[in-house]
């Protein structure tokens, strides 16, 4: 088939009607004409544009599929065979679909198989490896299986066998486990041995001793896998055996990590450290079990790279390292920042001096012991208090050079000290231009009750409420408000902001409430506000509009202003954003109790994502009598609902206040396993958001889990787990050691 054939029919395609990552493909025949042409500067950047609009990070559309059978012949026409079945590879591997039927795409690349299967054979061997990668992604066993079994018997190249390992064993499990397993031979290329065993994992076999040595044998494994996955493979290895979620394959991971990091190799350590932390991350049990193996890694004249950030994520336990990481934060750079960091939490009577020598010079640590790298997720213990380092933070607070999330940080670290650190109260009123946001909140916490610094800091808030610059004058207000009781600088503050569209409108409005009888006179300008609403909102606006109308029916006990505010912010549909504009409405309408029954069927759609369903439960309980509390809103139902988004780790605090709730009588034994598992089961919860303090996340999420159970039926009542059968149904196998 020449390039000409391959194109045949471009131009009949509807491509005008349908769409891929940036809108119409009407682009598209230009595009195949392109990558199809003699040029390869111009093919390049047409197989770019591919990526980029009909596999868009993954992502594929109705013009993928339209796409699918012009990519397949121009590869079975030679022209650039090896990028274009990667790409159909790419694209029957998604799942993740926009506009078009489930599995649209990878039917597509599926009719294309005559042309793929043609080109296992391929005399080039990058060429056939990309043809079984594409193959094994079809789900079309009974078309590809037997040819890709066929070429094993004869394939040479290594990278293409270990393809075929892989692609045996994702078309048809069972099947293709006895290749996967006589692919681990002892005198085996190391590849293939790699592959197998993750395609053995992929099978569900039960894992061996043949296993665990290949494994071992090959490391430094980086690299020794499909050159189409992105995946270190002794990470997925381990990875793999945790998802299992079995003592028996808990037990082989750990094992194989141990004896990794045994290994003196550098690049070897340097990758099971990545593998460990990779653990830590999956497995509650990970870090307890490998710390004794990761701590005397600090020793080394260079530890493992990865070895002091992983030590941070699970500092709380890694005390018995504290000397370690002292020595190493002695040092310079960011290895010394990173270990001090670790050391604020392990060991903070450590840490204390050692900050207080370079505060400058320990960004990282500095934001560890004020608190401010939680993102307001999970806030450790305060930073205990300690007289030099006070001094050094007014030093450093008094420096000019101070800016940017600096003296951010400083002001934090005063206030989780309060009245202690009230000396520094000088230099956090020098600073306040620079801290109008964090500044005034510290310098409530520090602020004595009597005295010249009392007096100094009520003129200098007061001034900065009144003439200092707008974005510090709500927060200098409230302050104001907070130390003195003084409403007029709040009121000033809060009327001007009303006025206003964005993010401090909606802390002005959440402020309305602290005024009390005051906030009275507020209300013609809350009224206006929500009156006056842009065609376009944003989400700080939606925000805004939900937290006034909670305010106005604090003030005023007007529901109906209410109940239509929040209901239109609850629907609104301005993306996927809009979603937690949803959230943060729901949480309101609890505060309406009864007045919010009329919002019930706007809440009841909420009910379906995992997201809204906590916050959507309490404000259902809190707005509707017992008596509607039946069918899909029956107490029972509404707790699997609720545990669904627990199990998700989605805004998991509201769900186990609505599982309190909703009370011990709505939960059934298998909901109280549910909680059980979430309380105490070995595999987090937690799996996504800001890197560093996903450990901690999950923690104080089981925390959360034993403290609901225990209240819900008492520390006697717990039921015990049953630990789950291997994979395959059948007992686990026992532990491997290295």
């Not at 004249?301 to 941070?312: F, K, N, Q, S």
């Not at 759609?605 to 707005?623: D, I, K, N, R, S």
């Amino acid at each position: 088939m020449d390039r000409t054939l391959a194109l045949a029919g471009l131009d009949d395609r509807p491509w005008p009607e349908v769409d891929h990552a940036y809108g119409s493909a009407e682009d598209l025949p230009a595009v195949l004409r392109s990558l199809a042409g003699d040029d390869p500067e111009t093919a390049d950047g047409a197989l770019g544009e591919l990526y980029g609009s009909i596999l868009h990070q993954g992502t594929v559309y109705a013009a993928t599929a339209e796409a699918v059978p012009f990519l397949a012949r121009l590869a079975a026409a030679g022209h650039r065979s090896a990028d274009l079945l990667v790409l159909l590879g790419g694209i029957a591997e998604s799942t993740d679909e926009h506009g078009v039927a489930p599995g649209a795409c990878r039917a597509a690349v599926a009719g294309q198989l005559p042309f793929v299967l043609d080109l296992v054979g391929a005399g080039e061997a990058q060429v056939r490896q990309a043809a079984v990668w594409a193959a094994g992604h079809t789900a079309a066993t009974a078309e590809a299986w037997p040819v890709l079994r066929g070429r094993w018997e004869e394939e040479t190249d290594d990278a293409v066998r270990a393809e075929l390992v892989t692609a045996l064993v994702r078309l048809d499990p069972a099947r293709g486990a006895p290749t996967a397993l006589a692919a681990l031979a002892p005198d085996g290329p190391a590849r293939v041995r790699v592959t197998a065993v993750l395609a053995c994992l992929a099978a569900g076999l039960p894992w061996d001793i043949r296993q665990h040595d290949a494994v071992l044998a090959a490391l430094p494994a980086d690299g020794q896998d499909s050159a189409f996955e992105e995946r270190q493979p002794l990470q997925a290895v381990v990875g793999g055996l945790l998802r299992r979620d079995t003592a028996e394959d808990r037990e082989a991971a750990f094992a194989l990590l141990e004896a990794a990091l045994r290994i003196p190799a550098p690049d070897v350590r340097a990758e099971a450290v990545w593998a460990a932390d990779h653990a830590c991350m999956v497995s509650r049990s990970a870090p307890a079990r490998l710390l004794p193996v990761l701590l005397p890694l600090l020793d080394e004249p260079e530890p493992p790279h990865g070895v002091v950030a992983l030590l941070d994520k699970v500092a709380e336990q890694a005390g018995a390292g504290a000397t370690a990481l002292a020595r190493l934060a002695a040092g310079q750079g960011d290895l010394a920042d990173r270990a001090l960091a670790a050391l604020v939490t392990a060991a903070p009577a450590l840490a204390a001096p050692l900050l207080a020598e370079r505060l400058p010079e320990r960004p990282r640590a500095l934001a560890a012991a004020s608190g401010a790298r939680a993102h307001g997720t999970v806030v450790s213990a305060p930073f205990p208090y300690d007289a030099a380092l006070l001094d050094a933070v007014r030093r450093r607070l008094a420096d000019p050079e101070s800016q940017g999330n600096e003296p951010i940080h400083l002001a934090l670290l005063l206030a989780s000290w309060g009245r202690r650190a009230a000396p520094a109260v000088p230099e956090l009123l020098d600073a306040l231009p620079r801290i109008p946001l964090a500044g005034p909140t510290a310098l409530t916490a520090l602020c004595p009750d009597e005295g010249e610094h009392r007096t100094a800091t009520t003129e200098h808030l007061r001034a900065a409420a009144l003439h200092g610059p707008d974005e510090g004058r709500l927060s200098a207000a409230r302050a104001l408000h907070e130390l003195t009781g003084e409403t007029g600088p709040l009121l000033a503050a809060i009327r001007a902001e009303l006025t206003g569209a964005g993010r401090r409108l909606r802390e002005a409005a959440r402020l309305v409430t602290a005024l009390g009888e005051a906030a009275e006179e507020l209300v013609p300008a809350i009224r206006a506000a929500l009156a006056d609403r842009p065609e376009r909102r944003s989400i700080p606006r939606l925000d805004a509009e939900a937290e006034l109308a909670a305010a106005l029916w604090d003030i005023t006990g007007d529901d109906a202003t209410a109940v239509a505010v929040l209901e239109a912010v609850i629907r609104a549909d301005g993306g996927p954003w809009t979603r937690w504009t949803a959230l943060r409405a729901a949480k309101l309408a609890v505060r309406l109790g009864p007045a919010a029954r009329p919002l019930r069927p706007a809440l009841e759609e909420l009910l379906a994502t995992p997201l809204h369903a906590p916050a959507a439960v309490l404000a259902l309980l809190a707005g509707l009598p017992e008596e509607e509390l039946r069918g899909p809103l029956d107490r029972t139902v509404l707790a699997g609902r609720v545990l669904d988004a627990a199990e998700s780790a989605v805004d998991a605090d509201s769900a186990f206040e609505a599982l309190s709730e909703l009370g011990r009588a709505a939960l059934t034994d298998e909901h109280l396993h549910r909680i059980e598992r979430l309380a105490q089961g070995d595999r987090r919860v937690v799996t996504g958001g800001i890197a560093d303090q996903i450990i901690r996340a999950d923690e104080k999420l089981a925390t959360r889990a034993r403290e609901t159970l225990n209240g819900l039926i008492g520390l006697t009542g717990l039921t015990g787990l049953t630990e789950p059968t291997g994979p395959t149904g059948q007992a686990a196998p026992a532990p491997v050691r290295g």
